[in-house]
């Protein structure tokens, strides 16, 4: 497979880098507009000569006609896993990436307020707008919501751009480049976004909104339309030639150390045997029984496409429930921040508690935490779930990424 290049779609940021860190090797960023969570997947060797000073050329004039950004990474793809039998591996020559701060590498913090050190710390060495210590999930193989939220991302960081808003974003792109490519030929071919490959990592700031705004009741009624919603944008990609989907679940977010910050003395089965919230994982499994109800009837509608459920809820429940025999620490501990007899100070943030300025630092060994910050994972943590289900094992069908493209028989 040939080295990838990997662009996401961000705001308002400019930086240039050429450091070798291991599968990272050069970083560029250049922002011109409003985008978020988009990511881009496509051949280094074909644009690496030209990409940085076409799109410094374009700069203004894509400020005078639309609002899209870029931030470009290059990074090695490594996939593990098994071989499907007399298939080749997918040739994607792109991978569009819809989804949260979970896999968001830049747009919330190029759009908003930049996120500060110590982010980005056990892998870039500085802050690079992901909400970890190092790389993501996305990052291996290759924070919004799915319906609008009801609530700004100044009182729980919560991003507006929701799933349909990164679809037109995507609609933009797609267009722009299309009438770019008849100006120079060294820019994404038309036709390759129909063979790219459409990840889908979102859903769990919907139940985290529900959880905060809507009783139980009301929240189990709002997962069909949420569910819904992300359905018509797979279906929406599909009638603009997309084929190949590959879908997340969401992950036990009861087991999020955010959510017991503010418990005191919890009442007995409130929380299970590795001090996860139980109600909350409760409802992530019902939305994932949903949604994976939703892509078989999905099967259905598009028959051309070829739709892989991975069911990232297993991994991460796997690691949690089996931290010391994987060499982490306890899965609700917290490595960046202050967090003491209910006194929080957030990753990276400072504090006067008592006279005392208190500032949220990160611990000494951050491969050995599950949780980054209370909300977001580890870049430990990220690798250790990747490895499980980039190969397929936890997908179904049961195929790894790199064969995501061959639509099995009977699905």
Known sequence: MPLPLFLSFCILSYTHTNRQLSSLHF??????????????????????????????????????????????????????????????????PAIYNFGDSNSDTGGIS??????????????????????????????????STIRRPNETIFEYGISPFALDMQIVQYDQFKSRTHDLYSKDPKLPKPEDFSKALYTFDIGQNDLSVGFRKLSNEQLRAAMTDIVNQLASAVQHLYEKGARTFWIHNTGPIGCLPVGT??????????????????????????????????????????????????????????????????????????????????????????ASINGTEIYGASCTTPSTYISWDGVHYSEAANHWVANHILNGSLSEPPVPITHACYKQPGL
């Not at 690691?319 to 929080?344: A, M, R, W």
């Open 110 to 143: 190029a759009a908003f307020d930049p996120i500060p050190p110590p982010y980005g710390l056990n892998y870039f060495r500085k802050p690079v707008g992901r909400d970890c210590d190092g790389r993501l999930i996305i990052d291996f193989i290759g924070g």
């Open 261 to 350: 910050f503010y418990i005191q003395n919890p009442q007995p089965g409130f929380l299970d045997q590795y001090g996860c919230i139980k109600g909350q994982n409760d409802m992530a499994v019902e939305f994932n029984k949903q949604l994976k109800d939703r892509v078989n009837k999905l099967r259905t509608e598009l028959p051309h496409a070829a739709l892989t459920y991975v069911d990232v809820y297993a991994a991460k429940y796997g690691l949690i429930s089996n931290t010391k025999s994987q060499g982490f620490t306890d899965p609700i501990k917290v490595c960046c921040g202050h967090h003491e007899n209910y006194v929080h100070v957030w990753c990276g943030q400072k």
């Open 27 to 92: 970083t560029l960023s250049l922002s011109l507009s409003l985008s978020l969570s988009l990511c881009v997947y496509t051949n280094l060797s074909m644009y690496m000569s030209r990409v940085a000073a076409l799109l410094l050329q374009m700069k203004m004039e894509f400020l005078r006609s639309m609002a899209v950004g870029i931030v470009v990474w290059a990074l090695v793809v490594r996939v593990g896993g098994v071989e499907v039998r007399g298939s080749p591996p997918c040739d994607f």
